[in-house]
C-alpha cells in the first residue's frame, strides 16, 4: 500500500486502454495485445451478493495480483501457469501513458482455451458448501457425516466443481456432471490437479498461520497442457481464516470482504441494483484484511 497513513488512495475502478477489451468481469479487466497475448488488469472493484459495489477498494487490484504472482511462482513446480510478464516494461509502447497505473496490477498471459467449469476444493464445511450439507447432507454429490457443525474439519479435502455462469453466481455441480460436460478423463485430471494444489497452499498457508477452508482454480489448455489460469489463491477466491482464532460451530473471523458483507446486511440492502456505495471506515477495514493475508503468506511487509 502506502506509507501515508491519513490519505488513503484513490481506488482504480475501471480502466480505459487503446486496446481491444475483450472481457470486464466484477474485478478484471482483460484486453487483447497486438500480439495476441492477453492483458489481465485487476481493478479494486469489489463484488458482494453477485453485484459490483459503488465503492472501490484502494489498492485492492495489485494485492490480487502480488499474491497471484506469489502462487504461480510457489506452485511452478507442480503445474504451468498462463503467465508471461508482470512487468510493465513489456507492455506495448502505446500504453506508455498508462504505466503507472498498470503497474502492479497487470498481467500479461497467454491465451488458453479455458475449462467451462470451476474447480473448488474444501476441507472444512462452510458458505455455499454448508448450505448444500444442511439441505442435502452432502456437498456437491460427496455425502458428509452427519452431524457436522458450520465451519467443520472434514476429514480429508473433497472437489466440489461449479459450473461457470455468464449472470449471477455460479451453480455447484456434482462430479459426474462436471464429467458430462469435460469428460471424464479431463474430470479427473482437473479434480486431482486440484486437490494437490490445494494440498501445497494449505501446507504453506498453514506454517503462517492461517487455515485454508476452500479455493477455487480455473485451468485451461495452453499448446494442449492444463495450465493454471486467471487468478490463484487471493482473498477473492478463496477463505482464509486465522488459525489462532479458529472455533467451529459458526462462521469464522475471514481475510477477505467480510466487513462489506456484514455491512450490507446491517442496512438491509435488498441485493438488487445499483448496489450501494461503502463508508470510509468499512472499505478501509477491508483494505487492511486483504493487506494482513498478503503480509502473512508472503512474508513480504509491503506490495
Request: aromatic share 8%; net charge neutral.
Amino acid at each position: 500500500m502506502r506509507d501515508t497513513k491519513n490519505t488513503m488512495p484513490e481506488a482504480l475502478r475501471e480502466t480505459v486502454l487503446p486496446l481491444p477489451l475483450t472481457a470486464r468481469g466484477k474485478v478484471r479487466d482483460i484486453y487483447t495485445l497486438p500480439d495476441g497475448n492477453l492483458l489481465f488488469i485487476a481493478t479494486d472493484r469489489i463484488s458482494a451478493f453477485d453485484h459490483v459495489l459503488a465503492t472501490g477498494i484502494p489498492d485492492k487490484g495489485r494485492i490480487l495480483t502480488q499474491l497471484s504472482l506469489f502462487w504461480f511462482d510457489h506452485l511452478r513446480d507442480t503445474i504451468p501457469n498462463h503467465l508471461i510478464s508482470a512487468d510493465v516494461a513489456d507492455l506495448p509502447k502505446e500504453l506508455a501513458p498508462h504505466k503507472a497505473e498498470l503497474n502492479g496490477r497487470m498481467m500479461i498471459v497467454k491465451r488458453a482455451q479455458m475449462f467451462p467449469i470451476e474447480c473448488v476444493a474444501r476441507a472444512y464445511v462452510s458458505g455455499s458448501g454448508w448450505k448444500d450439507y444442511q439441505r442435502t447432507g452432502a456437498v456437491c454429490g460427496v455425502p458428509l457425516p452427519s452431524g457436522l457443525r458450520e465451519s467443520d474439519k472434514l476429514s480429508e479435502p473433497i472437489f466440489t466443481p461449479a459450473a461457470k455462469n455468464n449472470v449471477g453466481h455460479d451453480e455447484n455441480i456434482t462430479f459426474d456432471q462436471a464429467a458430462k460436460t469435460i469428460g471424464v478423463e479431463a474430470a479427473t485430471k482437473l479434480r486431482d490437479l486440484t486437490l494437490t494444489i490445494f494440498a501445497r497452499a494449505s501446507a504453506h498457508a498453514a506454517s503462517k498461520g492461517i487455515l485454508l477452508a476452500d479455493t477455487k482454480f480455473e485451468f485451461g489448455l495452453i499448446d494442449g497442457r492444463i495450465a493454471l489460469c486467471d487468478e490463484v489463491l487471493t482473498p477473492d477466491s478463496s477463505r482464509y481464516w486465522p488459525a489462532a482464532t479458529y472455533k467451529p460451530g459458526g462462521p469464522q473471523p475471514s481475510f477477505d470482504k467480510q466487513f462489506v458483507r456484514d455491512y450490507l446486511e446491517s442496512i438491509h440492502w435488498n441485493k438488487q441494483a445499483p448496489a450501494p456505495a461503502l463508508p470510509a471506515d468499512v472499505a478501509a477495514k477491508t483494505g487492511e484484511k486483504y493487506l494482513e493475508a498478503y503480509r502473512l503468506l508472503t512474508g513480504k511487509a509491503r506490495l
